[in-house]
């Protein structure tokens, strides 16, 4: 993922759950609660990492993770059709023997006409170090099973400008494909980026920046999007610099991703990681997720803050896996007041929290 540089910070920005008054108050329509309560336990997807999920147009969710078998990486699909506590393998997109072959970070998001994609990072190397680096996707026409190559949006030759950790959305028209990614520009400078599709993926325009261009020693990462009301979008993200601790931050579009701006954070524990974090809209309040090893220990635990607001304060922390827990995803259940916690705690997990 990204290289975590672990030196103590000096000035610990406190800032969480800060209440930021903004000029540009966004209407909310809400329809549930921000109170988060865990529902059932952990249900399994399936022997991997990295966990990402996404309704299909027939109600049912299709899944994605990365498993490791056999020296190989590779990036697995499965489906449920009961909102995601029983998760079945449907098919296997792309494997690869992992010293050579880095792929992970799966995406999963079904088009209009129904074809799946699939967006991951699939990087060379050699001896350990990166000799290239790529964000492709493949498609599926039969719901998960058969998959074919489409496209590579984003490359760069090793080892410097690692392009990480993609995301897809369909912009309000309908037909605008946005996908948003993280590529570093150094070691210690990470930009958030998105390019668009018209045509279903298969060509990409080139890239706009939507954070971290007015720093060259901040490294912004992970981002996520979530659409707030209309054409209001919130990205969330980690970032640090000068190899201090990972804090969540977030940016704003009120254009439909076209331009981002209003720079918050969303949560930074004084002394400790917040990190690898996602954000989903739950019926008008928004839920972000993050990894933190802010209770001490040895591992990081996933938790969830929501917002009643479109992202301007924060707060309801709950923890949803325990510590050792990582790379965790969101995807909101189609009750529109209850979302599935996605994460790797020993293996590829779904846990189910509802809002009231
Ligand atoms: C699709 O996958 C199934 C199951 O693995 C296989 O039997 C079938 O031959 C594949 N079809 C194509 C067109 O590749
Ligand atoms: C959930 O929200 C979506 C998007 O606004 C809407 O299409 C759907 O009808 C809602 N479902 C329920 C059960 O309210």
């Not at 296997?92 to 990072?121: C, E, H, K, M, W």
């Amino acid at each position: 993922m990204v290289a975590h540089g672990f030196l103590a910070r000096l000035t610990a920005a406190a800032l969480c759950l800060l209440a930021i008054p903004i000029s540009t108050a966004v209407p909310i329509e809400k329809r549930t609660g921000v109170v988060p309560t865990l529902s059932g336990g952990e249900n399994a997807m399936g022997g991997g990492t990295y966990p990402r999920a996404n309704y299909l147009s027939d109600g049912s969710i299709i899944g994605a993770y990365t498993a490791f078998s056999n020296g190989d990486s590779i990036l697995t699909v499965v489906h449920s059709t009961d909102n995601g506590v029983t998760w079945n393998q449907v098919g296997t997109v792309a494997r690869g023997a992992t010293a050579t072959t880095d792929i992970d970070n799966p995406y999963p998001f079904q088009l209009p006409s129904g074809r799946i994609l699939l967006v991951f990072r699939n990087h060379d190397r050699s001896n350990g170090g990166y000799t290239f680096f790529r964000i492709t996707i493949c498609y599926s026409d039969d719901n998960g099973v058969n998959w074919s190559y489409l496209s590579t949006p984003a490359s760069d030759p090793g080892p410097i400008n690692g392009n990480w950790e993609p995301f897809l959305r369909l912009a309000e028209d309908g037909k605008t494909l946005q996908l948003y990614y993280s590529r570093e520009n150094s070691a210690a400078d990470q930009d958030s980026l998105m390019r668009t599709s018209t045509d279903g993926g298969a060509s990409w325009t080139s890239a706009t920046v939507i954070s971290g261009a007015d720093s060259n020693n901040q490294r912004d990462g992970m981002l996520g999007v979530a659409q707030i009301s209309g054409s209001n979008l919130i990205a969330i993200f980690e970032s640090e610099t000068n190899g201090g601790k990972f804090s969540v931050h977030s940016v704003t579009s009120s254009d439909d991703g076209k331009t981002w701006g209003n720079r918050k954070t969303v949560y930074a524990p004084s002394g400790f990681n917040a990190q690898a974090p996602q954000i989903t809209n739950v019926g008008g309040t928004l839920v972000a997720s993050f990894q933190t090893d802010e209770d001490g220990g040895s591992g990081e635990a996933i938790k969830i803050l929501t917002s009643g607001d479109g992202g301007a304060t924060w707060g309801n922390k709950l923890t949803t896996f325990p510590a050792t827990s990582n790379w965790a995803g969101l995807l909101t259940l189609n009750d529109n007041a209850s979302f599935l916690s996605l994460a790797d705690h020993s293996g590829a997990k779904a846990q189910k929290v509802t809002l009231s």
